[in-house]
């Protein structure tokens, strides 16, 4: 087979090498990339309650809160996930808030003591990403009940 397809492809000034080299390259095709969510990560924007936006890639898997420390997006998380605290409260985009699992009798409690908790609001230190979760935006609240008056900061842990 392979010398019949030869015969009917070689030109006359080609040598036998560099045709079998060409159909060799014709028959392996290049595969097309395609750039997943999965293979670039899942693309998160936060927005803070000044307005200003900052979108970060992460990994399926991370937390909310983990993501945010990782990039330094202002998200306090005091009790570091042990569902001790409501800082590191955030409020989802509705048509993810509704993809998620409900939230645990113990997270709701710790919601309630929430500043400006709304009907989207969730822990961040409770909220897995996962692909299907890639372009949302994530809101932070205008203040936290841990917030202190004198100008502190919370930095990543
Ligand atoms: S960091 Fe305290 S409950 Fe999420």
Redesign the pocket.
């Known amino acids: 087979m392979l010398r019949q397809v030869f015969r009917l492809t070689m030109a006359p000034t080609t040598t036998m090498a560099t045709t079998i080299m060409r159909m060799r390259r014709s028959c392996h095709a290049v595969p097309v990339r395609r750039f997943s969510s999965v293979a670039r990560g899942v693309s998160i924007t936060f927005c803070d309650k000044s307005g200003s936006r900052k979108t970060v890639v992460c990994k399926p898997g991370e937390s909310l809160?983990e993501i945010a420390h990782a990039n330094e997006v202002d998200l306090?998380?005091?009790?570091?996930?042990?569902?001790?605290?409501?800082?590191?409260h955030v409020i989802l985009e509705q048509s993810v808030y509704d993809k998620l699992e409900e939230p645990s009798d113990e997270?709701n409690d710790?919601l309630d003591l929430a500043f400006g908790l709304t009907e989207t609001s969730r822990?961040?230190?409770?909220v897995r990403v996962t692909n299907d979760m890639d372009g949302m935006v994530v809101r932070l609240p205008s203040a936290t009940r841990n917030m202190a008056v004198d100008g502190y900061v919370p930095k990543p842990h």
Do not use: V
């Open positions: 809160l306090e998380g005091a009790c570091e996930g042990s569902l001790a605290c409501s800082t590191c997270e710790m822990l961040g230190c409770q």
